[in-house]
């Protein structure tokens, strides 16, 4: 037996871990770790990579459970594991973030402003490193975007454990299609090397774990909003058989621009049926959020997600983790037998209920928690809606009877509001229009299928409109590229390229001649809807996200990923009006009819009404719940028309920027705005799939146009307002018949 005396070096724990020892090496080191912090943790940050948790499940002496804690035969049986693991091929040891990263395995790039290439994709930066591979930003050519390449380090290409996780990882993320879950664009291989590497959607903006280190602790509204995001992404997971098994704040992320949430990292996922592919006697996930059976080394399902899921929450509203230790092994011990410090002590604010939930969700006892990541997707959903503006919730105990009694008491108010609602539309005509949309949320009355279908077969639509004429619907989409359908056929007449990333934005000018677009790469371009061909390019400084025409189509207004909204000669390109724009993202602009009044929304709650000839700001329209996505006129210019987060329509007066009425129907945010050209009809479109019809003088529901699969980004009206258009991140847009 070889006595270990001092301290083994870090080559000789790395060989623990690649279990290049003997069983009597094994048994002396691991004995040695039982005893000493300080190798435990240096063990714990070799094997992680400096992120995750994977290492021997051994625990610290001055802090060893209870002779009758159920550690021990955990413990046991994976001592026993590692022991007898000596035949048992394994994986490389993980690498360290302090490593230094070679990238020798990238082709060079023709282009000296590149890191180089792989497979066809120009290498821009490095995002991160560690574990298994490296992950890059890079340019795709072929589809003129920024994505995200995790590429699957050369020394454990030849390994197949390494391969065989690495490409259950792609199986699992490519699985899945939800709006909460990082999308997986294709899984390559490269030529020369071998070594498998993911394409992914590039997500730009910061973790969770980087809001929390920022900010602390976050409002109930945004923990119920992330909550609400992540369970849902976590049920779409479970419906394809996934078990994440690596929640945490790190692998949620969070979209700059429109603060949408984003699970990523499916590296430890698995189906209930796989055998783990994880070194026999080690446990994979991060113990500060792990459940108590992972912990142990027992089976799981998802109901292990849902346990990582209530302590993401409880990081949300205390700026900390639940559990937490010295060290990894002292942080397991806490996790299977101890119970987190209350919320309540750390941060008052937090109502009980929402306690209550959060506490069901860290039950020890799988069978006592929360049963479907669905379940609690609409639990959270359901409590954000009845949010009062103060953010403080009205519902105290959601969980009891008294919730149920609150409950029938506000059926009963709000039916006697749509009756003294009825009444006063009836006997009151003057005051039809203000007051019957306020309390209007009927089933609408016909159900539309789409007349004609566009698949753009090249990712989201972002923005949709119709020349006018109605001959042509105009698409912008995600691959950089501009498409023009046959609005009666359906077949394409023309692409226009020259964006280099995703266009977000077109207008067509009130006589037909030209088209506006705006795109990621930070430039709007003019473009000759007779010839195809590019008339100019006006640079921004950051992406552009909106634009619109005035009416006679000699000035285009911008707005930005900045907050900018700007003003420009379409003649010469030059900026001819300055406003003090908002403070986050322009999301969408309008020009009024009669050309006297610019509309911009942001994800800063507002509505700015703008004086078009000067640029001063006239009214700010704040009476939106949460961020504003859509904004259009009205086509006498005296009413201009909102919609966002908060699931409302909203019209306002532009005289006077006073609230007139709104109309819910609904049930998640509204992305897109348009008003029919005889300004009797409003189309939405949502990110519950619908496009709905709405009367703007009753604020009933007409219709609802229902076959998208994603999320309505934009919606038009034809001239004649028989059709509408609606383009959908399910990469289509449709056509839908409005008026015979």
């Known amino acids: 037996m070889i006595q270990i005396v001092t301290c083994p070096d870090p080559h000789r724990l790395r060989e623990l871990l690649d279990n290049s020892m003997t069983s009597d090496e094994q048994a002396v080191v691991i004995s040695h770790l039982d005893q000493c912090e300080c190798c435990q943790q240096k063990l714990e940050h070799i094997a992680s990579g400096g992120s995750s948790f994977v290492m021997p499940i051994c625990t610290a002496k001055a802090d060893r459970p209870d002779e009758t804690s159920a550690f021990w035969p955990a413990l046991d049986r994976v001592q026993s594991a590692i022991l007898s693991a000596n035949d048992t091929p394994h994986e490389p040891r993980p690498l360290n973030e302090d490593e230094e990263l070679v990238l020798d395995f990238l082709s060079p790039s023709e282009a000296p ?15 991160g490193h560690g574990g ?52 997986v664009y294709e899984v390559d291989e490269d030529e020369n090397e071998k070594f498998p590497y993911l394409v992914l959607q590039l997500v730009e903006g910061e973790s969770l774990q980087q809001r929390l280190d920022r900010v602390g602790k976050l409002d109930l509204k945004t923990i119920l909003r992330f909550g609400y995001q992540i369970a849902a ?36 996922a698995k189906g209930q049926e796989d055998v783990s592919l994880t070194q026999t006697g080690f446990v994979a996930g991060t113990p500060l959020y792990m459940a108590p059976e992972q912990a142990k080394g027992e089976t799981v399902d998802h109901r ?68 479907t990541a669905a379940e609690v997707a609409q639990l959270l959903n359901d409590e954000l809606t009845h949010l009062h503006p103060s953010g403080r919730s009205s519902i105290q105990t959601p969980c009891t009877g008294a919730k ?30 203000v007051v019957s949309p306020m309390f209007h949320t009927v089933k609408p009355e016909v159900t539309e299928t789409p007349k004609l279908v566009l698949d753009g077969k090249a990712g989201p639509i972002w923005s949709v409109a119709f020349t006018p004429d109605g001959k042509t619907v105009a698409t912008a989409i995600d691959d950089g590229t501009i498409k023009l359908w046959d609005a009666e056929t359906g077949g394409v007449k023309g692409v226009l390229e020259g964006h280099k990333a995703a266009v977000i934005a077109l207008a067509i000018s009130s006589d037909g001649k030209l088209l506006a677009t705006g795109s990621e790469d930070g430039t709007a371009k003019l473009w000759d809807l007779d010839s195809g061909k590019e008339v100019r390019t006006i640079p921004h400084a950051h992406s552009v996200r909106a634009l619109a025409f005035s009416p006679d189509g000699t ?73 504003v996505y859509a904004v259009a006129f009205t ?49 939405s479109g949502s990110e519950d799939h619908t496009v709905k019809v709405w009367e703007l003088s009753t604020g009933k529901l007409v219709k609802s146009c229902r076959g998208h699969d994603g999320t309505v980004y934009s919606v038009a009206f034809s001239k004649n307002a028989k059709l509408a258009a609606s383009g959908s991140r399910d990469g289509t847009a449709k056509l839908w018949k409005i008026e015979e």
């Not at 792989?118 to 995002?127: K, N, P, R, T, W």
């Not at 995200?148 to 290409?157: D, N």
């Not at 037998?337 to 799988?366: G, S, Y």
């Not at 709000?414 to 539309?425: D, E, H, R």
Request: charged content about 20%; overall charge positive; aromatic content about 8%.
């Open 555 to 627: 000035r285009l207004v911008t707005g930005s990923h900045d907050g900018g909204v700007r003003i420009f000669g379409t003649a010469n390109g030059e900026q001819v009006v300055t406003t003090k724009g908002h403070d986050v993202t322009v999301k969408s602009v309008a020009w009024s009819p009669d050309g006297k009044t610019i509309a911009s929304r942001s994800s800063d709650k507002t509505v700015k009404l703008w004086d078009a000839k000067t640029g001063l700001a006239r009214y700010t329209l704040q009476d939106h719940m949460g961020g």
């Open 304 to 371: 292990a997600d849902l346990f990582s899921l209530g302590s993401v929450l409880y990081a949300m509203c205390t700026g900390k983790p639940p559990f937490e230790g010295s060290t990894p092994f002292v942080i397991l011990k806490n996790v299977t037998e101890k119970m987190p410090l209350p919320m309540r002590t750390i941060n008052p604010e937090i109502p009980d209920w929402f306690v209550e939930v959060v506490a069901k969700l860290q039950a020890k006892n799988p069978d006592k928690r929360y049963q």
């Open 404 to 433: 149920k009694v609150w409950h029938v008491g506000v059926m009963a108010w709000t039916a006697v509001g749509v009756m003294l609602a009825g009444f006063l539309a009836t006997e009151l005509t003057g005051l039809t229009r």
């Open 132 to 183: 298994m591979g490296v992950v890059l930003k890079a340019f795709d050519p072929c589809l003129q975007r920024n994505v995200a390449l995790k590429v699957l380090a050369p020394r454990f290409a030849k390994n197949e454990i390494s391969r065989k996780r690495f490409c259950r990882e792609a199986r699992a993320a490519a699985s899945i299609t939800h709006e909460n879950v990082v999308a």
């Open 113 to 127: 402003e590149y890191l180089g290439r792989l497979g066809h994709y120009e290498v821009m930066e490095v995002i």
């Open 233 to 268: 992404g976590l049920a779409a997971a479970h419906e394809q058989g996934l078990v994440h098994r690596d929640i945490k704040p790190a692998n949620i992320l969070i979209e700059s621009t429109l603060e949408r949430i984003k699970l990523t990292d499916f590296g430890l």
């Open 635 to 683: 086509p006498n210019s005296e009413q201009v028309v909102s919609g966002g987060w908060d699931k409302t329509i909203r019209v306002w007066d532009v005289a006077t920027g006073k609230l007139i009425s709104q109309m819910k129907g609904h049930t998640q945010d509204i992305w897109t705005i348009n008003v029919c050209p005889f300004g009797d009809h409003v189309v």
